[in-house]
């Protein structure tokens, strides 16, 4: 099993592109997130999916869109780049809602100009 | 407001001794609580969890131990080892609130040998 794999690993984008940061996992899991991490703060959840074809927002879900047509994949849209969106994203996924079984992905570092 | 705080941003402790990350948080509804342990260029991996049942939980050599009337969670390593070298997430959730959990900045240990 590969896990949760995420592409790309570095990405530098000018302000007011848009771009696709993929997630996917061969686990069958149900649950998925995207998590932003900026220095001196913990993790924060931008959406989440409990299963296929239903997303919700999270604690910072401003200039983000998701979609979860199937349940390995749980991709995050960024459709306006803003230097204030530059951070290290994760996802996750989990089999259950306790989260113990969480698997996070290594990460993409995004660079906005 | 951080609900989710971690005063100690690095700590650093030799070989064999024990280790003690400390996490505080300031929502009284939180009641499971969860530590990651991250790895440079690694996404989080779980590490161990506490209910609010509970007050301590033990998995080999990490113990964690909660506070409920401090609101205050601690997690013990013993004895540190130099490959607990990494940066330590804490976390917390309301399970009203389902996977929606809320992160500590983390704090990095140095295990010296």
């Known amino acids: 099993n590969a896990g949760v794999t995420q592409t790309p690993k570095f990405q530098v984008l000018k302000t007011g592109q848009s771009m696709t940061l993929q997630c996917a996992q061969d686990?069958?899991?149900?649950?998925m997130s995207w998590y932003r991490q900026d220095p001196g703060m913990g993790l924060r959840l931008i959406h989440y999916?409990?299963?296929?074809?239903?997303?919700d927002q999270g604690e910072v879900p401003n200039g983000y869109n998701v979609s979860r047509s199937t349940t390995e994949d749980f991709p995050l849209r960024l459709l306006s780049a803003a230097p204030s969106q530059t951070s290290v994203y994760f996802c996750?996924?989990?089999?259950?809602?306790?989260?113990?079984?969480?698997?996070f992905g290594p990460g993409t570092r995004l660079l906005v100009l | 407001d951080q609900q989710v705080k971690q005063n100690s941003p690095s700590l650093s402790v030799q070989e064999g001794r024990i280790s003690i990350l400390n996490c505080d948080y300031t929502?009284?509804?939180?009641?499971?609580f969860l530590w990651y342990k991250k790895y440079p260029a690694e996404g989080p991996t779980f590490l161990i969890s506490?209910?609010?049942?509970?007050d301590k939980n033990e998995d080999g050599r990490f113990t964690v131990f909660l506070n409920k009337s401090a609101k205050h969670l601690s997690l013990h390593i013993v004895p540190s080892q130099p490959g607990d070298s990494a940066v330590y997430f804490c976390?917390?959730?309301?399970?009203?609130?389902?996977?929606?959990?809320?992160f500590g900045p983390g704090t990095r240990l140095s295990v010296l040998p």
């Open positions: 996750a996924s989990s089999q259950d809602e306790t989260q113990e079984t969480q698997y």
């Open positions: 976390a917390a959730s309301d399970y009203n609130y389902g996977q929606n959990f809320v």
């Open positions: 929502n009284s509804m939180f009641d499971y």
């Open positions: 999916s409990v299963g296929a074809g239903i997303t």
């Open positions: 686990m069958n899991h149900e649950y």
């Open positions: 506490i209910s609010s049942i509970k």
